[in-house]
Structures are given as structure tokens and as C-alpha cells.
């Protein structure tokens, strides 16, 4: 018994260390890149990088994601600072599932209309990235990045051919014909296909509509059913396609941020991003207690582009 007490609270001592550890790390190396003078102005900078996902979406197990709660957070924040005079969105994301990139542009759309905001394209901009950048009073983009792709995509994989020769059978008990639609254990049917489908053009008829209130004026007469394809441009073509204002870098759009907000050129800016956890949620983390939520598998309409990115299925889920 004494041993086993011994053992535990040396496993104790052990995660309570290493929690420190890891607590100072993120408070005594992060720094804002560009200092700024307190009460004075500034120009926020927000980054948006990596897929943009809920926590609980598939999504999480292929990189960095943008959670649309977090990002909110963070939009209100610099919404609410009467000394945030303008706000550059950095955006280096290839899009993500349909719900949460809408709702990151419903949280650039509100701040745009308290803020002066604009989005700068590092290397994607492409499909949901894209939506959310609508919003923004100007969009400028790297010369060589990729910017657009304005479509959505689903994807079905399915391996029953597969089992089939491993001798495995799948048995599925479902409360309707089409609960299963999308399962990877059989083939998919003309109906689902069609289903399926009409989901697709039902989303993209939403994305395409905002790309038209936003830059409808903007994109080249000639140039509609190219932007509507899906296909990706790189910024250069894009600017003069119209789906951006500028090709520049990070510095010209921090400087147009400034120049629409009326704010003087040396104005500084600072890095404004999601606070960094606790001493206690670090150790919740480390012992499985807290952190990201439990990823599930849904049917979700990915808007994302470059491929591959997810192979989402349709599960037997209670709804």
C-alpha cells in the first residue's frame, strides 16, 4: 500500500511538473511580433490557419484548424476595443465544412460592420476561406497563393468490394431506407447519388449567392461560369478576374488597413489571438479530462479545396 501511494504521488509531482513546464513555455516565449503603445491605436491582426472546423468535426485529425467558437471570441474582443481602429484578417486556410466556415462569415460580416477589415491571402484563400474573406472592406493576396475555388464538394468512399474478398460481413439495422446513406460497407445507390447531389448544389447555391452580393460587381463579365467552376486561381489571376482588389504582401495590407480606417502610417499593430490556457486546464489536458471534444463522425458538405482532404461518411448517429 505505502508503495503503491509512493508511486502515486510521484505521478503526481510528475504531471504537476511537467503542467509547469509547459505553462511557462506558453507564457515566457510568446511575444507580439509588433509592440504597441497602451491607449494608443492600433491595427489588430487576426490569424485565420489551417482547416476551418468545429472541434468535434473530422476535420481535427488532418492539421491545424480555425474553430469558429474561438475565432468568435476573439472578433467580439476586438469588436468591443474602442483602441482596435482596424482589423487584417492573415488568412492561410484551404476552406472547410460548410457550417463552420458560414459561420466564421457571419463573424467577419458583424465585425466588419463595427470595424474597418481586411483580409490578406498568405498561400489559400480557397472555398470557405474565400467566403469569410467576402466580408472584408479589401482583400489583397500573395502574387503566387491560391484564391477562389468557389464550389463545395462531398466525398463518399465506400470498400464493400473490398470485404467482400476479406470474407466480412457488415449487417445494418436502420429505421428508414436512407439512414445509412453514404455508408462505406455497400455501394451507393442512383437515389442517394441523386440525394447527395441536390445537398451539394443546395450549399454552393448559398456560397455562390454571397459571392455575388460581395463581388458581383466586381468579377469580369466573361469571366462567371470560370469563377463558378470551382477552379482555383493563383492571386495574380485573381485580381484580374475579380475575386480580389490587390496582389501584395502582408505589410500592403496592413497599410490599406490603415489608410480606409483614416489612421496615421506609423499606426502599430498587434497580433491578437485565442488566450492561452491555464495551469489547470493544462493538467486537465495531460490527464484526458479536458481539451477538444471527443471527434464524432457526420455527414458534413465540405467546401474545401486542394484535395485530399476528408473522406466524411454518414453515420448511424442518434439525431
Not at 477552379?231 to 475579380?242: D, K, L, M, N, S
Request: proline share 4%; net charge neutral.
Amino acid at each position: 500500500m505505502r508503495e503503491f501511494v509512493k508511486i502515486l504521488a510521484l505521478l503526481i509531482i510528475v504531471i504537476v511538473g511537467l503542467s509547469a513546464a509547459v505553462y511557462l513555455a506558453l507564457t515566457m516565449f510568446t511575444h507580439q511580433y509588433y509592440p504597441y503603445s497602451a491607449g494608443r491605436g492600433y491595427v489588430a491582426v487576426v490569424k485565420i490557419d489551417g482547416s476551418i472546423a468545429y472541434s468535434s468535426s473530422l476535420l481535427n485529425a488532418f492539421g491545424s484548424t480555425v474553430d469558429p467558437e474561438d475565432i468568435s471570441k476573439i472578433f467580439r474582443s476586438v469588436g468591443d476595443d474602442s483602441l482596435a481602429k482596424a482589423v487584417v484578417l492573415l488568412v492561410n486556410s484551404p476552406g472547410g465544412s460548410a457550417v463552420a466556415s458560414r459561420d466564421v462569415f457571419e463573424a467577419v460580416r458583424k465585425l466588419s460592420e463595427r470595424k474597418t477589415v481586411v483580409v490578406h491571402i498568405r498561400e489559400y484563400g480557397t472555398s470557405g476561406a474565400y467566403l469569410i474573406s467576402l466580408p472584408a472592406k479589401y482583400i489583397n493576396a500573395e502574387p503566387d497563393s491560391l484564391v477562389g475555388s468557389v464550389g463545395v464538394i462531398s466525398v463518399v468512399v465506400t470498400f464493400s468490394d473490398l470485404l467482400d474478398k476479406l470474407g466480412v460481413k457488415v449487417y445494418t439495422f436502420k429505421s428508414g431506407m436512407l439512414k445509412d446513406i453514404g455508408s462505406p460497407y455497400r455501394n451507393i445507390t442512383s437515389s442517394e447519388i441523386a440525394i447527395l447531389q441536390e445537398i451539394v448544389n443546395s450549399t454552393f447555391k448559398t456560397f455562390s449567392s454571397e459571392v455575388l452580393n460581395y463581388r458581383g460587381g466586381k468579377i469580369a463579365a466573361n469571366r462567371f461560369d470560370e469563377v463558378f467552376s470551382g477552379r482555383p486561381f493563383t492571386g495574380r489571376q485573381a485580381v484580374e478576374v475579380g475575386l480580389i482588389d490587390g496582389v501584395g504582401g502582408f505589410d500592403d495590407a496592413v497599410m490599406k488597413a490603415r489608410e480606409l480606417a483614416g489612421l496615421p502610417r506609423d499606426t502599430p499593430i498587434r497580433y491578437v489571438e485565442p488566450p492561452k490556457p491555464g495551469l489547470i486546464e493544462i493538467i486537465y489536458r495531460i490527464l484526458g479530462l479536458g481539451g477538444r471534444q471527443k471527434i464524432m463522425l457526420n455527414i458534413e458538405v465540405v467546401a474545401m479545396w486542394p484535395l485530399p482532404v476528408v473522406f466524411k461518411e454518414y453515420m448511424a448517429v442518434n439525431s
